[in-house]
């Protein structure tokens, strides 16, 4: 069995490798809170105001994404 996990923990490290995806470990300070929501937020907003990027792609059924996808759009019609 810790083999296998091992082995399924490999897989996904390479597949996030080759598709260039950072995962990032975010502790919650407090109770209640989402701060992961947060923290992708002020990211995608600094990428927003560097102008790093042009398009964005949000995917999910969260209503806490609702005001950044309504400001993304507002700047980049490619949301």
């Keep these: 069995m810790v083999i296998l996990l091992r082995q ?4 996904k490290k390479k597949l ?3 598709l260039s995806i950072k995962p990032i470990q975010q ?7 989402n ?4 923290a992708m937020i ?6 927003l105001h560097l102008g790093s990027c042009d398009d964005f792609c949000l995917v999910s059924s969260d209503s806490d994404f609702t005001g950044l996808a ?10």
């Design 16 to 18: 996030l490798q080759k």
């Design 35 to 38: 701060y992961t929501d947060s």
């Design 42 to 47: 002020i990211d995608a907003m600094d990428l």
């Design 70 to 79: 309504i400001r993304l759009r507002e700047a980049s019609p490619k949301t």
């Design 27 to 33: 502790f919650a300070y407090s109770s209640g809170k």
């Design 8 to 11: 399924i923990a490999l897989l």
